[in-house]
């Protein structure tokens, strides 16, 4: 099942004690650091859940429709789950 933001918003509002507008700013401000905290090479570290790290990714060469390719390099955000969240799910 997919969830989206809404959704996540309201269920963090009545686990939190928040308004559902409450629980999407925080929602989007925990975007928001996570994402300028990864562009600057940041390891982001909560303990308990997991580990948010931005990597870049090596030029790729592909075939498409008969022509050769090289991607560009380009960076990603990364997710690792802690030791302790594995054993929760």
């Known amino acids: 099942m997919r969830i989206g933001k809404q959704k996540l918003a309201g269920l963090l509002a009545a686990q939190a004690g928040l308004t559902k507008k409450e629980a ?3 929602i ?3 975007q928001r650091v996570i ?8 390891t982001i570290i909560l303990g308990g ?3 948010f790290k931005s990597k870049t990714t090596d030029p ?3 075939t ?5 390719y090289i991607s560009k390099p380009h960076r990603k955000l990364v997710f690792k789950q802690s030791p302790t969240m594995r ?3």
């Open 60 to 62: 790729k060469r592909f």
């Open 24 to 26: 999407a700013r925080a």
């Open 87 to 89: 054993e929760k799910l």
């Open 28 to 30: 989007t401000g925990f």
């Open 64 to 68: 498409f429709l008969g022509k050769p």
């Open 35 to 42: 994402t300028s905290l990864a562009r600057d090479g940041h």
């Open 49 to 51: 859940f997991g580990v």
